[in-house]
């Protein structure tokens, strides 16, 4: 499936869709039998699968209240999450994403894959691209460090 293709996921998933808990961020619904988060307010989810220029990988560490602590993961963020940014291209996210959480700007990026983030939750797929790294510009541009 290409990066194009999102919209028809989303035409499948909204027949039948049943909303059991409305949050700021989040949606409960049910198809079917199965039950599961959404985020309605999202256009998309990446990830970004970075590599320094001596083959080292770019992990950030986060605190996630979900499993009350902090982890280690690829830098990642949602496209479309902020008013003003619904058109967002799923490259131009994981371009500020990357900057972001790493302090590091993309070069050329490359679609790597796509899958589902979680198999029983989100009905959204989770796109990986790969960049070419050029600067660390996080700490000029004032955006927070993360480990």
Not at 14 to 33: A, D, E, I, N, P
Not at 77 to 103: M, N, Y
Not at 109 to 125: A, D, K
Request: glycine residues 10%; aromatic residues 6%.
């Amino acid at each position: 499936m290409k990066p194009d293709d999102l919209n028809q996921n989303r035409e499948l998933l909204s027949g039948g869709k049943q909303l059991l808990y409305s949050g700021k961020h989040v949606h409960f619904v049910k198809v079917g039998g199965w039950e599961f988060a959404d985020r309605p307010h999202i256009s998309g989810i990446v990830a970004i699968v970075a590599l320094t220029s001596k083959g080292e990988a770019l992990l950030v560490e986060q605190f996630r209240p979900p499993v009350g602590k902090s982890v280690i993961e690829l830098p990642a963020g949602l496209s479309g999450d902020v008013a003003g940014s619904a058109k967002e291209e799923l490259v131009e996210a994981a371009r500020r994403e990357l900057l972001e959480e790493t302090g590091y700007e993309a070069g050329e990026m490359v679609f790597l894959t796509e899958g589902p983030p979680l198999r029983e939750s989100v009905p959204r797929w989770l796109l990986c691209f790969g960049p070419t790294i050029s600067s660390a510009k996080a700490q000029a541009a004032g955006m927070p460090a993360n480990k």
